[in-house]
């Protein structure tokens, strides 16, 4: 099967995930992709298992005598909660001419050049694009799909040598759980990639360090007509509370190593507020900075208004995976390699979001992070590149030759 038929197949499931949720996977939704890659897994001769938790995890034996390193390749089935993944609709355009990408003409949507502008960089190619109601899926069923297909051909080329060879695939990666259960010892690689980047020459090993806020603002409700020193309306403290923050993180301002404080949601009456806020910085000293900003936040507030007006909760979510892949220069090499030789050229800027893998390197599973083949990810506007895909399959068979041959 062909790396795009196999993506839209997987496009048709419904696995959005659910930061408001308790369990795990978040959505049970997502367990109907797992189960059927389990299955095709299995279909295609590898040993694959499913846990409780939803991991699917595949192994494929060496088949050489050679003291071969163990690579694993990851990726993740869950799709953003930013936008709809329900009955994704997706349309192939082939040859793209440079033009307007008309997505919905009922309700005004349209993919442009003018406005995206690394869609002149794929002139000629076929694109898969939405039909500007729902999300793709490209983040990441384009990187699930690279994988199976690279399982597929190994499984019709059993002459290919390889050593063990681990895939997994994990839910939750959007609500940043992704890893949450995961058993990095059952995984059994000394190093791993996950999928789950943009361009398809991307090779990215340093991610922001990341945490959430919760800030919480207790008000004193009071009847309007009789509200004069009496009245703590929480909304107007909770927009005092965002003054007090720096206005320059904020991420609509911000760019490549510049760490923000993004306000994803609030809401709210006079009685209380509850707002969520994501903080970002790819430095660990300014990482620590922007959440003793929000402490210091919370404290005047809390001064002014008395003790209880405002609640802080900071959780850390996931780190800066450079530190620990700078010594790691065979793993980035390979990938290089890999890239270069589909003459491609690699790009090595810095994720401003994180992956899997992010996780796994501080778990002790070095794991830098290769793309895909898709843009515009967590919206309507999202698309993928039927080349780059084939692409990213070639890079995958390219990674196995390299570690075949660097142990002959």
Same mark, same amino acid.
């Given at each position: 099967m062909?790396v795009?038929e196999?993506?839209l197949r997987?496009?048709?499931?419904?696995t959005q995930?659910?930061? &408001?949720?308790?369990?795990?996977?978040s959505t049970?939704?997502?367990?109907?992709l797992?189960k059927?890659?389990?299955q095709?897994?299995?279909?295609?001769? =590898?040993?694959?298992?499913?846990?409780n @938790?939803?991991y699917?995890i595949?192994?494929i034996?060496a088949?050489?005598?050679?003291?071969?390193p163990?690579v694993a390749?990851?990726a993740?089935?869950?799709?953003?909660?930013?936008?709809?993944?329900?009955?994704?609709?997706?349309?192939?355009?082939?040859?793209y001419?440079?033009?307007?990408i008309? /997505?919905?003409?009922?309700?005004?949507i349209?993919?442009?050049p003018?406005?995206?502008?690394?869609?002149?960089?794929?002139?000629g190619?076929d694109?898969?694009?939405t039909?500007g109601?729902?999300l793709?899926g490209?983040?990441d069923?384009?990187?699930?799909a690279?994988?199976?297909?690279? =399982?597929?051909?190994?499984h019709? !080329?059993?002459d290919?040598? !390889?050593?063990?060879?681990?895939?997994v695939?994990?839910p939750d &990666?959007?609500v940043?759980n992704g890893?949450k259960?995961?058993d990095?010892?059952n $995984?059994?690689a000394?190093?791993?990639?996950t999928l789950?980047?943009?361009y398809?020459? +991307?090779?990215a090993y &340093?991610?922001?360090n990341a945490?959430?806020?919760?800030v919480v603002?207790?008000?004193?409700s009071v009847?309007?007509?009789s509200a004069?020193h009496k009245m /703590?309306n929480?909304?107007m403290?909770?927009?005092e509370f965002d003054?007090?923050?720096?206005?320059h993180?904020r991420p609509?301002?911000?760019e490549?190593?510049?760490g923000?404080? !993004?306000? !994803?949601?609030m809401?709210?009456?006079c +009685?209380?507020t509850?707002?969520k806020?994501?903080?970002r910085?790819h430095?660990k000293?300014?990482?620590?900075?922007q959440k +003793?900003d929000f402490?210091?936040a919370s404290a @005047?507030l809390?001064k002014?208004y008395?003790?209880?007006?405002?609640?802080?909760e900071i &959780?850390?979510?996931?780190y800066n995976?450079?530190e620990?892949? +700078?010594?790691?220069e065979?793993i980035i090499? $390979?990938a290089m390699?890999a890239?270069?030789?589909?003459?491609i050229h690699? =790009?090595t800027?810095p994720?401003?979001?994180?992956t899997?893998?992010?996780r796994?390197?501080?778990?002790?599973?070095?794991?830098?992070n290769?793309?895909t083949?898709?843009?515009?990810?967590h919206g309507?506007?999202?698309y993928l590149? $039927?080349?780059?895909?084939e692409k990213?399959v070639?890079?995958?068979?390219?990674?196995?030759?390299?570690i075949v041959?660097?142990?002959?």
């Open positions: 062909k795009h196999r993506f997987y496009a048709k499931y419904d995930s659910d930061p &408001e949720s308790k369990t795990y996977p049970a939704k997502q367990i109907a797992l059927d890659l389990k095709e897994l299995d279909g295609l001769g =590898v040993d694959a298992t499913m846990d @938790f939803g699917v595949g192994k034996k088949n050489t005598t050679q003291d071969v163990a390749f990851i993740h089935v869950d799709t953003s909660p930013d936008a709809s993944g329900k009955d994704i609709s997706p349309r192939i355009i082939y040859d001419d440079g033009k307007d008309i /997505l919905n003409e009922e309700i005004g349209t993919l442009s003018d406005t995206f502008k690394n869609l002149n960089e794929h002139v190619e694109l898969i694009v039909d109601l729902t793709l490209a983040d069923k384009a990187g699930v690279e994988i199976m297909t690279f =399982v597929e051909y190994l019709h !080329h059993p290919v040598s !390889h050593g063990d060879i681990t895939v695939f994990t &990666e959007e940043g890893t259960y995961i990095i010892e $995984i059994g000394d190093f791993a990639y789950d980047g943009s398809v020459g +991307e090779l &340093e991610n922001f945490a959430g806020a919760t603002i207790n008000g004193k009847h309007p007509g004069k /703590l929480s909304l403290v909770a927009m003054k007090l923050l720096p206005t993180m609509e301002i911000t490549k190593y510049e923000f404080n !993004h306000l !994803h949601n809401a709210g009456n +009685e209380k509850v707002m806020y994501i903080i910085n430095d000293k300014t990482f620590a900075k +003793e402490l210091n @005047f809390n002014k008395g003790k209880d007006t405002c609640y802080l &959780e850390d979510s996931y995976m450079r620990k892949l +700078e010594d790691n065979t090499n $390979i390699n890239i270069k030789n589909q003459n690699p =790009v800027e994720i401003r979001g994180g899997d893998g992010a796994l390197t501080y778990m002790g599973l070095p794991c830098p290769l793309g083949g898709g843009y515009n990810f309507p506007y999202e590149s $039927i080349n780059e895909m990213a070639e890079i995958l068979k390219d990674i196995n030759n390299q041959s660097k142990e002959q």
